[in-house]
């Protein structure tokens, strides 16, 4: 099985080595609910120091690089949390990182980024697209580390796939929020190595959702993009490279509305006291509609960095407004 995955579980294995020590290893939390006939578990990436699963991929693939590839810094394409990512060990290692953001990143990750001690160039989202499609920004230095494609990224994602099934071995069902494909490939690849029956399902946004209907047709499918709060996952389209390996590892894909977004990021502060972003809520979001099926459920609240305004709004109950 694992010589049909697109990462191997071996790379995956070496990256939980890489990152010891450089990571919170989080816990499974079960989400608080009374009668139900499904026993749903959190797994919080929102803990780790940036807030964010980021730190996971952006970390082993520095961790490979080489003194050489490292010499001129490091830079990425991020709305936010990958950003972060390789901020955060960019700083520990004392080298420059610079970072390409979409105009419509929110200002609490820009912030975040600046804290770190990196820089950011912000451009429109169908240029920042094209930087991730290309793996490239005319005129920039460093070592590009692709948030999404990149190998070493998406194996130091797959260790949050190793320990949900250290802590839950018997797991049914697990579920990823999908932005680019990262994520769930990595954790998916980590699974089918070593629970092939497990079934492994993105959540996605209605406001911006290519997978549901891309696994749908067989082939990528382009839909209309809509700027949300939920600023950490969705897109116009598949990744040309990524089509194979999510195809191949996931079971299907989940898409949920905004106004269920908003509810399960309610839920998680009012029961597990849990603060997650919109994408990080949308695996939850996607968990209580029952359509992963399975008893045991795992939700991957994969961030938690959410603008203090776009939070009261939805302590309102209220869907907030987008603002850059």
């Not at 294995?13 to 989080?26: M, P, S, V």
């Not at 990182?97 to 770190?116: F, G, N, Q, S």
């Not at 905004?258 to 009012?270: E, S, T």
Request: proline share 6%; with cysteine.
């Amino acid at each position: 099985m694992e010589s049909s995955l697109p990462i191997p579980l071996s790379a995956i294995k070496a990256a939980q080595e890489n990152l010891k020590g450089q990571i919170l290893r989080t816990p499974l939390i079960r989400f608080y609910q009374e009668d139900a006939d499904t026993e749903i578990y959190l797994k919080p990436e929102n803990l780790q120091p940036i807030g964010s699963f980021k730190l996971r991929g952006a970390g082993n693939a520095m961790a490979l690089a080489s003194d050489a590839q490292l010499a001129d810094g490091v830079y990425t394409a991020s709305a936010g949390n990958m950003a972060q990512g390789v901020a955060w060990h960019a700083r520990q290692r004392g080298i420059p990182c610079r970072v390409i953001v979409p105009d419509h990143a929110p200002k609490t990750k820009l912030e975040a980024i600046e804290r770190l001690g990196a820089c950011y160039i912000k451009v429109p989202f169908e240029q920042w697209w094209q930087v991730i499609v290309d793996h490239h920004f005319d005129g920039m230095k460093g070592l590009f580390i692709h948030p999404v494609s990149d190998p070493a990224v998406m194996a130091g994602n797959g260790t949050i796939g190793l320990e949900i099934l250290e802590d839950l071995p018997d797991v049914d069902a697990v579920i990823v929020p999908y932005g680019g494909g990262g994520l769930s490939t990595g954790i998916a690849s980590a699974i089918k190595a070593l629970k092939p029956d497990t079934k492994i399902f993105a959540s996605e946004v209605e406001t911006a959702a290519p997978l549901a209907p891309s696994l749908q047709a067989g082939h990528p499918v382009n839909v209309d993009y809509i700027p949300s709060f939920v600023d950490g996952i969705g897109s116009s389209g598949i990744l040309s490279e990524m089509w194979p390996r999510v195809r191949a590892v996931l079971d299907g894909s989940i898409v949920v509305g905004l106004q269920q977004i908003v509810k399960a990021i309610q839920l998680l502060l009012k029961r597990n006291h849990l603060l997650a972003e919109g994408a990080g809520a949308s695996a939850l979001a996607a968990g209580l509609t029952g359509k992963s099926g399975g008893k045991k459920i795992v939700c991957v609240i994969s961030g938690g960095n959410i603008d203090l305004t776009k939070l009261q709004a939805i302590l309102d109950n209220k869907i907030p407004a987008t603002t850059k």
